[in-house]
């Protein structure tokens, strides 16, 4: 029942041997939780640089009002970006980046997709309003800025067709009123010429009764 040096000897080297191992699996434990950290913080990272760039694009947005030369803007700058971490994500290293931005990818595409659709109308808008005399290029202002100065172009533009068209009114009345006085000036004129010729034709007419009477 002695225990030998031998049996101590393998005892010691199996459990110098198993001793190895589990450091060995604590390493390669170690080495894992080290790289899921690393990976976590570089999906963290991904999220954090999308959820930036949208809250830039409607910061700058906000600040310059939603033209189509700002849309535009906007819209090429995420779709740079989105062209971008495409790339990325096919390579290798990035592979557990863009799992973890992954979720965040359709929001992202949801977002440009409005932004288009937003720049297309207001590019139908803009250009009705060039149309309409707006100087809509060559600055920022909204839609109802524009439409607002329209309309007071056109409120004047009215109230200048409404004067212009009392002025006419009273130029037409006064013309009548001046045609009738001329109308009846001439009248008590030819009136008058006629009594002065009558008169005449009388007075011509008894002078010569006169004479003939003189001359029986």
Known sequence: GLVTDDVLLDAVAGAVEQRAELRAEADRLRAALEDVGRARALGAGAVAACRDRLAEAFGRLAER???????????????????????????????AEAAEAAPLRPLTAAVLEDLRQ????????????????????????????????????????????????????????????????????????????????????????????AAAVEAA
């Open 65 to 95: 009002g939603r033209s189509a030369a700002a849309l535009a803007d906007e819209v090429a700058l995420l779709a740079a970006a989105e062209t971008a971490a495409e790339a990325a994500a096919a390579s290798p290293e990035a592979a």
């Open 118 to 209: 937003q720049l297309r109308w207001q590019e139908d808008t803009e250009a009705a309003l060039e149309e309409c005399g707006a100087s809509v290029r060559l600055s920022d202002a909204s839609p109802a800025h524009h439409l607002a100065q329209l309309r007071a172009r056109w409120s004047d533009t009215e109230a200048q067709l409404a004067r212009s068209r009392a002025r006419l009114a009273e130029l037409e009345s006064r013309a009548g009123s001046d045609l009738t006085e001329l109308g009846e000036r001439l009248r008590r004129d030819w009136e008058a010429r006629l009594a002065d010729a009558l008169e005449a034709a009388a007075a011509e007419a008894r002078r010569e009764r």
